[in-house]
Each structure stands twice: as structure tokens, then as C-alpha cells.
């Protein structure tokens, strides 16, 4: 996954911790999920098939 391994993937989610906070976390990772998300679908074209049926 981008070449990162299990050490680099720590320190960036310490230093997440840190930037934003623990009450913030959670909410920082559903947001970045739920983009990854839309962007697969849109770059698969999901998007423009639901546009076209309605």
C-alpha cells in the first residue's frame, strides 16, 4: 500500500493524534473513508450510471 510499512503507518497516525485530536479522530477517518470511497466510484464511473437511470 504505497509503500508504506507498519512503522511509518504508526508515526502518521501519532502525529494525527497529536493534529487533531482524540475526540476528533474517529470523524477524521470516516471522512477520509467515505472519500476514498466516492472517488473509486466516481473513477469507475458508478456515478454517471445512477445520473443516467434518473
Do not use: H, T, W, Y
Request: no cysteine; charged share 20%.
Amino acid at each position: 500500500m504505497f509503500g508504506f510499512g507498519m512503522p511509518e503507518v504508526i508515526v502518521i497516525g501519532i502525529i494525527a493524534l497529536v493534529v487533531v485530536g482524540p475526540s476528533k479522530l474517529p470523524q477524521l477517518g470516516q471522512a477520509l473513508g467515505s472519500s476514498i470511497r466516492n472517488f473509486k466510484k466516481a473513477s469507475q464511473g458508478e456515478d454517471m450510471a445512477k445520473i443516467e437511470k434518473e
